[in-house]
């Protein structure tokens, strides 16, 4: 079991498939970083040495943001809403949907926080 | 397909009226496909729908469930104590001679000793391989369908054919030095020969029976039983001074490969070029630090060549590039170059390389390093090329880049004497029931299947 960024990936994964458990990494930024490693379709984490794993690591860390740093970036950004005073950075601080979704009935998933 | 109509069978069993030649249908029916065959799908989807809409059909569908489970499981056993059963009769028939009967009272098998000594006499029959012989001659694997055959048939024989007897005729004439004596022309000779034809008409198979045709000659042969790893799987590093794309991990299967059964052969050869090789970047290990190539010691041979390149993952891609210019220059024996799935060559690889942050571009199998080597024909070496449908290639243009316009070899499928021999190999090998079997329903298998092996041997078990 090995540990990139966060995120545990599964030996027997393949990597395309594994890459994406990071935050920050979907399919399409998994195969870049495949590609432009040289590794084909078909390899598994446990087919990769220390070596190529660093190589990946490093190439997320230097073109991509992921893991607390993305999460970092979105509660910053909610912050920054909130600190503004703006529509939106009120509604983040209540609890309540803020983009134009109806709260007379459902808007469950935003009240979520309220009703914690 | 066979075990849904014994599952069916077992179920209900259906009396079917046998067939009637003056009747109107122009397809003979083949009894075992019933009703429920053709709604095979139709009923598994409505079934599936009935499961998600009624929350009562839920304790009928789990009794269908179990149902169905313990006729799988009876199917199943059927197939084991069936198997078990037939290895038994087989083995007793072994002592029956009479029983090796093919068309016509010909005898089914032939008694040449070895595929060098086959004539025009020996077509429509049997040649056998002993285990031993075949994994000796062919440690690198059999083709799939090679291996389906001799799974079916339970024994390891194939159909000598004229195609095959050409073909290896072909390169013995290139290699023998005597003139024909029939006194007429000699036939054009071709040193570079692609084959292609239908599906399922025989392409690989002959690749290997000429392979091993070819070793019992003590030919060294360069056999590649599946092309299409050499564009997929493992690595790939661009080389920044040749442009091409290395694959250090097909590499070092390729020399291992090589290795398997030419291993005393290589050891006797000497290497022509001494000029070192240049070394590339390591599966998973980076580039070597200061070091951009590898000498090759004077006095080496080409087992030396290619230990290289199996011990040093750098040095892979350079020494299977520099054993295909080596090849060229082995004098002593003659040398064959035999690659299957040979179409997969000329298509993209798996690879792609990435272009913009968010695109990518795929690679041509010409761009990888390996293939580049061993792709052209133009050059004066044997070597044959054999086209598989298995693939998924798609369709090739007639003229392919660097292979001679001539090259293009279309091999037939079975014709009726062929089918045949097939059918009552078949019937040997108690694929057939001996009841069911007449002339009239191996025809009918014959036309129902146009000639195509895979089918005939899919076909022929249910035949009443």
Redesign the interface.
């Known amino acids: 079991m090995s540990y990139i960024s966060g995120a545990r990936l599964v030996a027997d994964e393949q990597v395309r498939i594994a890459s994406t458990k990071m935050d920050g990494i979907g399919p399409k930024k998994a195969i870049q970083v495949r590609y432009r490693l040289g590794i084909s379709g078909n390899i598994k984490i446990k087919e990769l040495n220390k070596y190529q794993i660093d190589q990946i690591e490093q190439m997320i860390g230097q073109d991509h943001v992921v893991h607390w740093e993305l999460k970092r970036g979105e509660r910053a950004d909610i912050e920054r809403l909130i600190s503004i005073s703006c529509y939106r950075g009120i509604r983040h601080q209540d609890g309540l949907p803020l983009r134009g979704q109806r709260t007379h009935t459902n808007a469950r998933t935003c009240r979520k926080l309220i009703r914690k | 397909m066979l075990r849904h109509i014994l599952r069916a069978a077992l179920r209900k069993p259906q009396i079917h009226p046998p067939w009637n030649p003056k009747s109107n249908s122009t397809v003979p029916s083949i009894s075992a496909f019933d009703h429920n065959h053709f709604c095979y799908f139709s009923s598994k989807s409505n079934l599936a729908k009935a499961k998600k809409t009624d929350p009562k059909s839920k304790k009928k569908s789990t009794n269908e469930a179990t149902a169905d489970s313990s006729a799988t499981d009876v199917v199943d056993a059927a197939f084991f104590d069936d198997g078990a059963k037939r290895v038994r009769h087989l083995m007793e028939d072994e002592k029956d001679p009479s029983l090796d009967v093919g068309p016509n009272g010909r005898p089914l098998f032939t008694s040449t000793p070895s595929l060098s000594q086959l004539t025009r006499k020996d077509t429509c029959t049997y040649f056998k391989f002993s285990e031993e012989g075949l994994n000796g001659a062919l440690p690198e694997g059999l083709p799939k369908g090679m291996a389906k055959e001799f799974e079916d048939s339970m024994r390891r024989a194939v159909l000598v054919r004229q195609s095959f007897l050409d073909l290896r005729d072909n390169f013995r004439r290139i290699v023998d030095t005597h003139p024909l004596s029939s006194g007429g022309k000699d036939p054009k000779v071709r040193k570079q020969i692609v084959l292609d034809g239908p599906v399922s008409c025989g392409k690989s198979i002959t690749l290997a029976m000429l392979v091993h045709w070819a070793r019992d000659e003590g030919w060294l042969v360069f056999y590649v039983p599946r092309g299409r790893e050499w564009t ?6 661009k080389h920044p001074e040749t442009g091409l794309w290395d694959t250090p991990v097909q590499a070092e299967n390729i020399l291992k490969d090589f290795l398997k059964y030419n291993d005393p052969i290589l050891k006797k050869l000497p290497c022509h070029i001494f000029d070192p090789v240049p070394l590339g ?1 390591g599966a ?3 580039w070597m630090k200061g070091v951009d190539s590898m000498a090759v010691p004077e006095g080496s041979t080409l087992y030396d060549l290619i230990q290289i390149g199996i011990k040093l993952t750098h040095a892979a891609v350079g020494v299977v590039v520099r054993l295909r210019k080596e090849l060229s220059l082995v004098k002593d024996i003659p040398v064959l170059i035999a690659i299957d799935q040979y179409n997969n060559w000329f298509t993209f690889s ?5 272009v913009t ?2 695109s ?1 571009r795929p690679i041509h199998a010409r761009e990888l390093a390996t293939v580049n080597a061993f792709r052209s024909m133009m050059h004066n070496d044997m070597m044959v090329g054999a086209f598989s449908h298995s693939t998924a290639v798609g369709k090739l243009r007639k003229d392919l880049p660097d292979v001679p316009v001539d090259a293009r070899v279309n091999l037939a499928r079975y014709d009726l004497n062929e089918a045949a021999a097939v059918c009552h190999y078949y019937l040997r090998q108690r694929l057939i029931r001996r009841e069911a079997f007449s002339e009239e329903n191996w025809k009918k298998v014959y036309y129902l299947s146009n000639g195509n092996g895979a089918e005939i041997r899919s076909l022929v078990s249910l035949m009443q």
């Open positions: 997929h799987g493992g690595f790939f590093y970047e998973g290990v980076g798996e690879y792609e390389e990435p942050i968010r990518c």
